[in-house]
Nanobody, 111 residues
């Protein structure tokens, strides 16, 4: 059974950086598009960034130029590098692969 395990969340000051990682088990990682979503309290879950199996990327307008999604197929891992973080980036961040979701990792941006 495929599992997704996120890591790298935490508390950071505005303007700071964090890198999230999502490690996948199983042998089918390379054929899947991967995505990072986030959900803030009282809000719907929204797509932050996605990357296809071929490496093409897509970003929400709110994070363009600040976040970078990447993948390492050999490590079965997808990353989300986040820079110039803002308080409005505070949310639980989830990794997605098809119908599979990770458990989420909390990102809090606050002074």
């Amino acid at each position: 059974q495929v599992q997704l395990v996120e890591s790298g969340g935490g508390l950071v000051q505005p303007g700071g950086s964090l890198r999230l990682s999502c490690a996948a088990s199983g042998s089918i990682f390379t054929i899947y598009n991967m995505g990072w979503y986030r959900q803030a309290p009282g809000k719907q879950r929204e797509l932050v960034a996605s990357i296809t199996s071929g490496g093409s990327t897509n970003y929400a307008d709110s994070v363009k130029g600040r976040f970078t999604i990447s993948r390492d197929n050999a490590k079965k891992t997808v990353y989300l590098q986040m820079k110039s973080l803002k308080p409005e980036d505070t949310a639980v961040y989830y990794c997605n692969m098809g119908t599979r979701w990770g458990q989420g990792t909390q990102v809090t941006v606050s002074s």
